[in-house]
């Protein structure tokens, strides 16, 4: 079995002390009312928006000890497949989690592009609405429709190059409720950030939860600097909008994702025991802490209480 096989305004002007983000022409808080209407139902749930996991050759099983020992869970046989429209081949699972599903690829063959830089796959309700929504709101079809054995699937990429594969299974699946919804991490330029806000909640049906335009940018490993960070909802689940100009020291804008635990500091010890390591923190703020964790097979995370 396999989940949708394959289901990242205005200059920003630094300082020795400041990013300085001037007020863009469309503040993410004036987004139109309609696109939080009935059209956002086009969102299954967000038990069904994985990340996709590329693991280096050879490194699924330790990946998903380690991920399994860290944060709990179950995972799915392993497949071997063909999941692009191309000829390739895929070790291939899904792991269930209670922080987030992942479908995780340990590709036998090179991976044909684009795929790998998908960072989620999304259930549609309906497909075809679904890909017309996404042209509707300014998304570029990167992949078009392909069938595979058990439904359909396309990859779409937002204003300011984020892509994402959607699906849809012709027997709907059925995954348990998570304990947490992740983040979706998304970097963006500043003047990328408008086209970006739009489209991305239009195709959704999300809006803002906050805009921040001087956070705290030691969450992103900048101290004594400030960034724009906006967090938005949508039936898709949380994304967490990052609006830099790209000075940012490693590993930042390598990790997709970030998962909510309950207690840091247990779950970075079960991490590190399980092969994992933690690359960047524990950093802590106004009772926030966080940290970024790469576990076996290269996939890195951010992981915060």
Not at 23 to 52: C, F, M, N
Not at 234 to 242: H, I, Y
Not at 260 to 280: N, Y
């Amino acid at each position: 079995m396999r989940d949708r096989a394959l289901a990242h305004v205005l200059p920003v002007v630094l300082s020795a002390t400041l990013l300085v983000v001037p007020t863009a022409a469309t503040s993410a808080e004036g987004l139109p009312r309609a696109y939080r209407s009935a059209q956002s139902q086009i969102g299954v749930g967000p038990q069904y928006d994985t990340t996709h996991v590329y693991v280096e050759p050879g490194m699924l099983a330790a990946f998903t000890a380690s991920w399994k020992a860290t944060f709990g869970g179950t995972n799915t046989a392993v497949s071997v497949t063909d999941v692009t429209p191309t000829p390739s081949r895929t070790k291939s699972e899904l792991i269930f989690s209670p922080v987030g599903t992942l479908s995780v690829f340990d590709f036998q063959t090179p991976v044909p592009y684009p795929f790998g830089a998908e960072r989620t796959g999304w259930l549609l309700k309906d497909f075809d609405a679904g890909i017309r929504r996404a042209q509707a709101s300014g998304a570029y079809l990167l992949v078009s429709p392909f069938s595979d054995p058990i439904g359909r699937d396309a990859v779409i990429q937002f204003p300011g190059g984020i892509n994402t594969q959607v699906y849809w299974h012709t027997t709907a699946p059925s995954y348990p409720p998570l304990a947490t919804v992740p983040e979706n991490r998304v970097y963006v330029s500043a003047d990328a950030v408008d086209a970006f806000l739009r489209s991305y909640a239009k195709f959704t049906g999300g809006s803002v939860v906050s805009d921040n335009r001087r956070a705290d940018a030691g969450e992103i490993g900048l101290p004594g600097t400030t960034y724009r960070r906006i967090r938005l909802s949508s039936p898709f689940g949380k994304t967490l909008v990052m609006v830099t100009d790209g000075h940012l020291p490693y590993p930042f804008g390598r990790e997709v994702t970030g998962y909510e635990v309950t207690h840091l500091a247990e779950t970075l010890a079960k991490a590190k025991s399980s092969g994992a390591k933690v690359l960047w923190g524990p950093h802590s703020a106004a009772g926030h802490g966080s940290a970024v964790v790469q576990f076996p097979g290269g996939y890195i995370v951010e992981i915060h209480d």
